[in-house]
């Protein structure tokens, strides 16, 4: 579409030469005014040739012209481009590379440009490292029990507001509130619903006769508290992603659906569900990666106190571990080995969601 | 007719979302606080005026006390401006990333004292020599507060402000509630000189508690007491770490998990929202205080608390906590920044912290003035805390520190003595779970 716009652009104005001539000679009609435009384009290669020399001459201006403007329609995309790719290398590969280079030193906080190499040692010990085989099970604990319910939420949610609803924009914005809430003031409202002693979750469970919870203790307990955060902060954002796709679905799908006689729930099963295919996949790849890296619940939720994860390291995330190894433990190659290897954890996940991406499409 | 009241609906609609829209932005809002970004400057400001930039953790206290004001007003051409980082567990990797880039830096950084062995050690050469500093006096300050601060080189890169020795901090109603003493000399007696005695009235208490309440808030903040009694504690003066095999630490941990395992806590962790809310509801009757914990009580105890509270003498001086204040050799105002760190940690003005804040000075010197020797705490009822501290003071054996002792403190007590307390874990699980986390924790 640009790069029409641009190859058209030299003809016009070579064109536009003889164009204030026009006006006196046709009364300012517009309508012969584009028409002698024209002519006057069409006229100029074979027109008058008032000699050889400026005709030269002119052949040259317009090829060396045309050559830069060529030049732009092919260089001109990259450039727009460029921005991001400035701003990548600068934020995203660079660090990820100097991270690979850090995690094969030893590499003190105290003394970030004093490196020592060590090989792969900092990869295998993880082999070995009894917290980080936990925080790896804690982050897929919690990525399964927030992911699914918040996708299937959403995807409820996402369903009732495709209805005609009084008021539909306020439901759509207020669904996304959570979602544009600070994780910091939100968590720390959780820790005080959740709280031991005066929490309201365990005062609401005294009033149906169920004794105290020590929510942050327990594996299980502090995992679904840490997702319940995770889920009331995504799920909006999921649900609107799913309501576009829905808006997307022809009409004519769920009208040929209801002649067939499908009722409200088969049409959703048998018409929204598999149109939304794509769109499930995306968000559950988006998701995955969210949960991989899930960082400011679970500090947060440790009251402040620390990136441990709890007494147990219960609730302890690949997130939180690679941040107590490198800015609690001060130790920098250890951190970038463990952010590396979550880089490669989700590297697999986003070959195997292809896979199933894949599969899909073709049995579909 | 009809449209009046669509467009009226729609009003109403857009009214709503403009309303959310603008309570999520301050929510938004709230964490935007940049605390480095404008520690950066400094230099030379408009009309001449020397800008100089603090950056602390917490509620240091030196702004609140007035001191900066103060020193405005007496150097008209230097304005102050402070940035804090509410914990020092994000502070602290902040600073060191700051000093090893050389940017980004305050012109003077406040340095925890559980840090300080490691910044002296590591650190040094980026910091300026404060010992040199014209008006420093070495002789006001304790003297091992100064040797902290002081590389092998003889260097002394920072200057303290203020230590923590300890009280315990009591509630007399329920002091009184449980057939307990309730005079602060009194309840001194009841333990003095034996963290065992300490026990022992916590087991006294607890056979005639009011319901839900306990004997101390939690068994970590026993044992922090306890070890910061020794002079030895996770390094020797080789600096070796010891903490595994040294009984000052362990003879801690026991006593500490005796205390969980005899039920005498409330089974709270310190600095989180249920230590606080624990405050607010008197659910625990004493508490190790050092001395800037005074503050927090008070902050946390509310209108409620007031007069309920006391401080009395622990059961052996101990120390926990207290700061430093540094220089960087990157700061563009060296000089000036170096004058304010000695004008703010002279004893006349260490001495307005501890009236103002409570945070009990490093200066020696500071003891005789009569706003600390003859201080008074009107929220503990009136309770001689000038006579308490400088007494505990004096008792404060000089501790050895070490690079590390912050982790190994609070592996100790956010991991092992967290377990046995809330989780009902064993004193050797605990213990365990402790070492094991501290042994990665050190491995580089």
Redesign the interface.
């Given at each position: 579409m640009a790069s029409d716009a641009r190859a058209a652009a030299p003809s016009e104005e070579e064109g536009a030469a003889p164009a204030p001539d026009a006006p006196a000679t046709n009364g300012g009609s517009t309508g012969q005014d584009h028409d002698t435009y024209r002519d006057a384009r069409h006229a100029r290669p074979g027109g008058a040739h008032p000699g050889a020399g400026p005709d030269a001459r002119e052949e040259r201006r317009r090829e060396r012209r045309s050559r830069r403007y060529r030049r732009d329609v092919r260089w001109s995309p990259y450039a727009f481009v460029a921005p991001f790719f400035v701003f990548f290398m600068a934020f995203g590969l660079f660090p990820l590379l100097y991270t690979g280079w850090a995690s094969l030193h030893?590499v003190?906080?105290?003394?970030?440009?004093d490196m020592e190499w060590v090989g792969l040692r900092n990869f295998s010990r993880l082999l070995s490292?009894?917290?980080f085989w936990n925080a790896l099970q804690n982050t897929v604990t919690i990525g399964l029990i927030s992911t699914i319910p918040q996708l299937l939420i959403a995807l409820g949610i996402a369903h009732l507001l495709n209805y005609r609803l009084r008021?539909s924009?306020?439901f759509r914005?207020?669904v996304l509130?959570p979602y544009?809430?600070?994780v910091?003031?939100a968590t720390?409202v959780f820790?005080?619903l959740f709280?031991?002693?005066?929490g309201m979750i365990n005062w609401l469970l005294g009033q149906i006769g169920i004794g105290a919870v020590?929510w942050q203790?327990g594996t299980w307990t502090s995992q679904l508290a840490v997702s319940t955060i995770v889920i009331w902060r995504w799920t909006g954002y999921n649900a609107l992603i799913y309501l576009a796709a829905m808006q997307a679905i022809p009409n004519d799908l769920y009208e040929s659906a209801a002649l067939d006689g499908a009722s409200r729930w088969q049409q959703f099963i048998h018409v929204t569900v598999p149109s939304l295919r794509p769109t499930i996949l995306f968000t559950c790849v988006v998701s995955t990666i969210g949960a991989t890296q899930l960082f400011g619940e679970p500090l947060l939720f440790?009251?402040?106190?620390?990136?441990?994860g709890g007494?147990?390291?219960q609730f302890q995330t690949l997130g939180l571990y690679l941040y107590?190894q490198?800015?609690?433990?001060?130790?920098l190659?250890?951190a970038s080995a463990i952010a590396w290897t979550m880089f490669l954890i989700l590297l697999i996940i986003g070959a195997v969601n292809w896979v199933i991406g894949r599969r899909l499409r073709k049995s579909a | 007719m009809r449209t009046r009241t669509r467009s009226s609906r729609r009003l109403v609609v857009l009214a709503a979302v403009a309303a959310l829209g603008t309570g999520v932005l301050a929510g938004c809002a709230e964490d935007t606080e940049d605390p480095s970004g404008s520690a950066s400057g400094g230099g030379v400001s408009g009309k001449g005026k020397t800008t100089i930039t603090v950056g602390v953790f917490g509620a240091f206290g030196l702004k609140e006390a007035g001191l900066y004001d103060q020193y405005m007003k007496l150097n008209k051409d230097v304005v102050i401006k402070q940035t804090s980082i509410e914990r020092n567990e994000n502070y602290y990797p902040q600073l060191l990333t700051h000093l090893g880039s050389g940017s980004g830096l305050a012109d003077v950084q406040a340095v925890e004292v559980n840090n300080i062995a490691e910044i002296t050690a590591t650190q040094g050469d980026k910091l300026v020599d404060l010992g040199k500093t014209e008006g420093v006096q070495k002789d006001s300050f304790l003297p091992w507060k100064w040797s902290q601060a002081t590389t092998t080189a003889g260097k002394t890169i920072a200057l303290g402000t203020d230590i923590g020795p300890e009280g315990i901090c009591y509630r007399k109603d329920l002091f009184a509630a449980a057939g307990l003493p309730t005079d602060r000399e009194a309840v001194g007696k009841l333990w003095a000189g034996d963290w065992n005695k300490y026990l022992a009235a916590g087991k006294q208490f607890k056979s005639k508690a009011p319901k839900g309440t306990a004997f101390v808030d939690s068994a970590s903040g026993v044992m922090a007491a306890i070890t910061g009694s020794n002079a030895n504690r996770f390094y020797d003066k080789d600096g070796k770490v010891i903490y595994k095999t040294n009984p000052a630490v362990r003879q801690a941990w026991d006593t500490a998990a005796e205390f969980a395992g005899s039920g005498l806590t409330a089974k709270l962790q310190q600095f989180t929202p249920g230590w606080d809310q624990g405050f607010a509801n008197g659910t625990f009757a004493t508490v190790s205080c050092p001395a800037w914990m005074l503050g927090y009580i008070q902050d946390k105890g509310g209108e409620a608390g007031k007069g309920k509270w006391d401080v009395a003498a622990a059961p052996k001086p101990s120390n926990w906590g207290g700061s430093f204040l540094a220089v960087p050799e990157a700061s563009k105002n060296k000089e000036a920044a170096a004058k304010l760190v000695a004008w703010l940690t002279a004893p006349e003005q260490q001495a307005t912290l501890f009236a103002e804040r409570g945070s009990f000075p490093s200066s020696q010197a500071a003891y005789a003035l009569p706003a600390v020797s003859g201080a008074k705490h009107e929220y503990f009822d009136n309770a001689p805390i000038g006579e308490i501290f400088s007494a505990a003071a004096k008792g404060v054996p000089v501790q050895i520190v070490g690079p590390k002792d912050l982790i190994i403190a609070q592996n100790l007590a956010d991991i092992g003595m967290l377990q046995v307390d809330q989780k009902g874990t064993s004193s050797k699980d605990g213990w365990n779970a402790a070492v094991k986390a501290i042994d990665n924790a050190l491995d580089q």
């Open positions: 030893r003190e906080l105290t003394a970030p440009t490292d009894e917290f008021g924009m306020f914005v207020a509130t544009a809430t600070s910091a003031a720390l820790v005080l709280g031991r002693d005066y020590d203790n440790n009251g402040g106190a620390g990136a441990t007494a147990g390291h107590e490198g800015w609690v433990n001060l130790h190659g250890r | -």
